[in-house]
């Protein structure tokens, strides 16, 4: 049974780091691409970063790039998100989903929030 | 990379049809056949519900269905249920390698 379970969300001020972490199971990540998408509360779905299979390719919102770096640790078999220079726009919770262009399993999700 | 558009919110009675759509442009939807359809109740995390334009994940009800006409993709769901009420969200691939998302309908069955 496939399971993506994130953790690493709190409470955080603006300017921090944070990372976040999605460990798999009944699956191994580097045969897939895999996001990260955030929903900020009472909003819409929001794809975030993207890393390919083989971790050659990692792709960004532009709103993130320079600030988040997708990773992934195949022994582990868990997926990070490397956040720094949080801002306050960054709240939000934070899927871990498999699949390049389907997209086909999400987590559960994480909660980020920013604030002073 | 600003979001597909969706319409804020659609209503059917029970047992009717309705069709969601979604335009993008030529650097998503236009160019690729990688749209995406997913369901989101309240609370939950998104569910996979139709992908590459019009192919059904195992065990998504048959009354999901989605097309593409340009730039412009549409989810209809026949024969609607009370458990069909949630917001629904299309996304893209887009030239940039990026993935797009719509920015959502809240789906009423009244």
């Known amino acids: 049974q496939v399971q993506l379970v994130e953790s690493g969300g709190g409470v955080v001020q603006p300017g921090r780091s944070l990372r976040l972490s999605c460990a798999a199971s009944?699956?191994?990540?580097?045969?897939?691409?895999m996001n990260w998408v955030r929903q900020a509360p009472g909003r819409g779905l929001e794809w975030v970063a993207f890393?390919?299979?083989?971790?050659?390719?990692?792709h960004y919102v532009d709103s993130v790039k320079g600030r988040f770096t997708i990773s992934r640790d195949d022994f582990k078999n868990t997926l990070f998100l490397q956040m720094t220079s949080l801002r306050v726009d960054d709240t939000a919770v934070y899927y871990c989903?498999?699949?390049?262009?389907?997209?086909?399993?999400w987590g559960q999700g994480t909660l980020v929030t920013v604030s002073s | 990379q600003s979001a597909l558009t969706q319409p804020a919110s659609v209503s059917g009675s029970p047992g009717q049809s309705i069709t969601i759509s979604c335009t993008g442009s030529n650097s998503d939807i236009g160019t690729y056949d990688h749209v995406s359809w997913f369901q989101q109740h309240a609370g939950r995390a998104p569910k996979l519900m139709i992908h590459?334009?019009?192919n059904r994940p195992s065990g998504v009800s048959n009354r999901f269905s989605g097309s593409k006409s340009g730039n412009t993709a549409s989810l209809t769901i026949s024969g609607l249920q009370a458990e069909d009420e949630a917001d629904y969200y299309c996304s893209s691939y887009t030239t940039s390698a990026t993935r797009v998302f719509g920015s959502g309908t809240a789906v009423t069955v009244l």
């Open positions: 590459d334009v019009t």
């Open positions: 989903v498999k699949g390049a262009t389907k997209m086909d399993f």
């Open positions: 890393i390919s299979y083989d971790g050659s390719l990692q």
């Open positions: 009944g699956l191994t990540l580097n045969e897939y691409g």
